[in-house]
């Protein structure tokens, strides 16, 4: 069955860098876009990132972009998020969700991770 | 960016009853629109994508309608595991975009 298991989370200072991760089973994970979605505490959901299934497209959300860097390693089954110079308003549990597509486009989310939660404090 | 908004933010039934949720786009996105549900402490479940499609192994009293800029998700027969909040979220256009929500309670 398909599984995906966010790591990596934690508390952080603001400013400072962490970085998740998304272990995928259960599926050809290379036939696959993949996707970082956040929901901060109490408040609804917020797409991320998405990165094409050969890792070579990869789009942002405004308010990560710069800042924020989504990688997969196929090789691994493995999929990322590098954030850096994070702020107060980045924490979030984050999830990591597989995209029925190969390329992005038309994408929407067939399965979640659990989530990790991500706390910026000082 | 394309602007979801979701109606209403919260409502209650009773057990049986048809529940209806709306999700207007601020422009057309054609059919690109997916429903989820989320219970507390959970992830989001993808219910209905593109528009009206059901996912693998969701019930059938769950459905879909619209295209352009209005959307409408039921549930027919509401059921107490039904309990949740429902997001619509548009995949025509990046960024991707969700709507606020809407929390489904038992009356």
Not at chain 1, 30 to 59: C, N
Not at chain 2, 16 to 32: E, F, K, M, P, W
Not at chain 2, 64 to 84: H, K, M, R, V, Y
Request: hydrophobic fraction near 30%; aromatic fraction near 12%.
């Amino acid at each position: 069955q398909v599984q995906l298991v966010e790591s990596g989370g934690g508390v952080v200072q603001p400013g400072r860098s962490l970085r998740l991760s998304c272990a995928a089973s259960g599926f050809t994970f290379t036939s696959y876009t993949m996707h970082w979605v956040r929901q901060a505490p109490g408040k609804g959901l917020e797409w991320v990132a998405l990165i094409s299934s050969a890792g070579s497209d990869k789009f942002y959300a405004d308010s990560v972009k710069g800042r924020f860097t989504i990688s997969r390693d196929n090789s691994q089954n493995t999929l990322y998020l590098q954030m850096n110079s994070l702020r107060d308003e980045d924490t979030a549990m984050y999830y990591c969700a597989r995209d029925p597509h190969r390329l992005p486009g038309q994408g929407y989310f067939d399965y979640w991770g659990q989530g990790i939660l991500v706390t910026v404090s000082s | 960016d394309i602007q979801m908004t979701q109606s209403p933010s919260s409502l209650s039934a009773s057990v049986g009853d048809r529940v209806t949720i709306t999700c207007q786009a601020s422009q057309d996105i054609s059919n690109y629109l997916n429903w989820y549900q989320q219970k507390p402490g959970k992830a989001p479940k993808l219910l209905i994508y593109d528009a009206s499609n059901l996912a693998t192994g969701v019930p059938s009293r769950f459905s879909g309608s619209g295209s352009g800029t209005d959307f409408t998700f039921t549930i027919n027969s509401l059921q107490p595991e039904d309990i949740a909040k429902y997001y619509c979220q548009q995949s025509d256009n990046f960024p991707l975009t969700f709507g606020g929500g809407t929390k489904v309670e038992i009356k």
